[in-house]
């Protein structure tokens, strides 16, 4: 999580609820003070990736909750950011950006490092904690481009395991569809007690006139 980013700020909210039961764990460049009333928690789990490499994956990574390349900050805003008005890229679409549930609090759980690697030992480990904090809903957007597998086997057996001792104990489980469509057998994550969500595109588009140097004009 990337915690200054507006998205997070904490209006409007009261504190966390009496169920909690999370931590705000500090690390490279984070500390408690970057949780507040809107990101109550925050772990990283890196023992399984450091015992299979002997260290983080990259060197860019910081060993803490905080977000290197920006996949979990844009997940966990697209999911529950909050309000943000006059959002804009470049001047374009202007309005206010907000998540699915922009209300809801936010408990973050890295587990996965650079550009990518998630270990099934960390997984599960940060499925386990969200499920000890309190979470009523774990997110998960990770996934990989294979053929599915049986649940139980597979690169996804820790996502499909964990997910289902969370499910037994009333938390719902959300998870990426992945991105290798559109073509058959390409959907990830499918084990029937996950909520899988496909992505999608938008339904607008943002020309621009571009005016080269012989003064010709391309949208």
Not at 10 to 36: M, V
Not at 103 to 124: F, H, Q, T
Not at 131 to 148: F, R, Y
């Amino acid at each position: 999580i990337w915690p200054e980013s507006p998205s997070f700020n904490e209006e409007g909210l009261g504190p966390a609820p009496a169920t909690w039961r999370g931590t705000c764990q500090a690390g490279q460049d984070f500390n408690t003070s970057n949780c507040n009333k809107k990101i109550i928690g925050a772990r990283f789990f890196a023992k399984g990736i450091i015992a299979k490499f002997g260290g983080l994956p990259s060197a860019t990574e910081y060993r803490s909750p905080r977000d290197a390349n920006g996949h979990g900050t844009h997940t966990a805003s697209t999911a529950a950011g909050s309000f943000v008005k006059n959002a804009n890229y470049g001047g374009l679409a202007f309005g206010v950006a907000r998540g699915g549930a922009p209300r809801a609090r936010l408990a973050i759980y890295k587990a996965c490092w650079g550009p990518g690697s998630c270990e099934s030992a960390d997984v599960i480990a940060a499925i386990d904690s969200a499920i000890h904090d309190g979470v009523d809903i774990i997110s998960i957007s990770v996934g990989k481009n294979e053929p599915p597998q049986p649940f139980f086997l597979g690169d996804e057996s820790d996502i499909s395991i964990g997910g289902f001792h969370a499910v037994a104990r009333g938390i719902t489980i959300v998870c990426s569809g992945g991105n290798a469509g559109p073509f058959p057998q390409k959907v990830t994550n499918g084990a029937p007690w996950i909520l899988t969500v496909a992505a999608t595109t938008i339904d607008r588009s943002f020309p621009t006139a571009i005016t080269l140097g012989n003064n010709r004009t391309l949208t």
